[in-house]
Antibody, heavy 119, light 110 residues
């Protein structure tokens, strides 16, 4: 069955960077896009960007431009999201999510990774 | 401030029918399909409705979706206690070149 398994919770200091992984299984890795969506405590869902695992092309939400980098490793079917210059407002659960095309509905989500930014 | 507008809360008693609205603009709902997600407490969202009114396999037919112009709605009939969750609408936005979400509606089953 389709699974997106994310790395574990992280605690970071302001100004640091965090790299979250998302390992895909149960389908052909390069045939689905991967989005990253975050959810601050008690808040709604916020789209961060998308990566095409086939060629590695990315599109980032404007609010994260310059701070986020999404990469993939096709040998391990893993996608990575790195967020730099962390601030307290970046404390959130980060989800990876799969779509068949860039604009289609998300049909599978990772379990989420809690990133806490605190001094 | 979310791009799509949803009521923050909704409620109903078991067996009732409730609807949740979602309002957008021509760059998102007006020109693209709407999807709905259900998020149970402490879990990742789950796809509930895609392409305005399609249910993925396994989603009960108590859940239905519709769209008209720049608005959409989710209807839940025969409300059950396990339906208590947060519900999010979403659509691709052609101006932002990415998906946008509603702020979420917390459904309480009284």
């Amino acid at each position: 069955q389709v699974q997106l398994v994310q790395s574990g919770a992280e605690v970071k200091k302001p100004g640091a960077s965090v790299k979250v992984s998302c390992k895909a299984s149960g389908y052909t890795f390069t045939t689905y896009y991967i989005h990253w969506v975050r959810q601050a405590p008690g808040q709604g869902l916020e789209w961060m960007g998308i990566i095409n695992p086939s060629g590695g092309s990315t599109t980032y939400a404007q609010s994260f431009q310059g701070r986020v980098t999404m990469t993939r490793d096709t040998s391990t079917s893993t996608v990575y999201m790195e967020l730099s210059s962390l601030r307290s407002e970046d404390t959130a659960v980060y989800y990876c999510a799969r779509t068949y095309s860039s604009s289609s509905a998300v049909d599978s989500w990772g379990q989420g990774t809690l990133v806490t930014v605190s001094s | 401030q979310s791009v799509l507008t949803q009521p923050p809360s909704a409620s109903g008693t078991p067996g009732q029918r409730v609807t949740i609205s979602c309002s957008g603009s021509s760059s998102n709902i007006g020109g693209n399909p709407v999807n709905w997600y259900q998020q149970l407490p402490g879990t990742a969202p789950k796809l509930l409705i895609y392409s305005n009114n399609q249910r993925p396999s396994g989603v009960p037919d108590r859940f239905s979706g519709s769209k008209s112009g720049t608005s959409a709605s989710l209807a839940i009939s025969g409300l059950q206690s396990e339906d208590e969750a947060d519900y999010y609408c979403a659509a691709w936005d052609d101006s932002l070149n990415g998906p946008v979400f509603g702020g979420g509606t917390k459904l309480t089953v009284l």
